[in-house]
């Protein structure tokens, strides 16, 4: 007795890439461009307070804007492709793991140097 013939196997599945590579491409340059404002305020913090560390802390941080921003746009490039991959590789989120950490370490650096917080601003 025979059931009939096999089913085929399904066909591959492409994948629409929707609006899932905009979304994606804006949310990294969110995350950029907040680290730019963050390493700009520092910048000038530390260039008016006098302070090295606050001063590299902000240059760090304009570096890490740079390395978002290249990351976004790589993704965006990767993700509009007719196959895209799945999660981003280690090197991407190593990056971005690299700028947050750095972000929190110049704000406490900031922080524990007076450049910022109650009192720190332009005297009246």
């Given amino acids: 007795m025979s059931a009939g013939p096999a089913p085929s196997p399904p066909a591959p599945r492409r994948i629409d890439p929707g609006l899932q ?28 307070a006098g302070q090295a560390a606050v001063f590299t802390a902000g240059t760090l941080l304009l570096a890490g804007a740079a390395a978002m921003a290249g990351c976004g746009w790589w993704r965006r490039r990767q993700l509009m492709r007719d196959d895209p ?8 989120v190593g990056i971005a ?22 009192g720190s601003g332009p005297a009246p």
């Fill in 97 to 118: 793991l690299a700028v947050t950490l750095a972000a929190c370490v110049a704000g406490i650096v900031a922080i524990a140097a007076g450049a910022v917080g109650p």
């Fill in 85 to 92: 991959p799945g999660a981003p590789g280690p090197g991407v």
């Fill in 21 to 48: 590579p905009q979304r994606t491409a804006l949310a990294w340059n969110r995350t950029a461009l907040a680290v730019l404002a963050n390493g700009l305020l520092l910048l000038r913090a530390g260039s008016h």
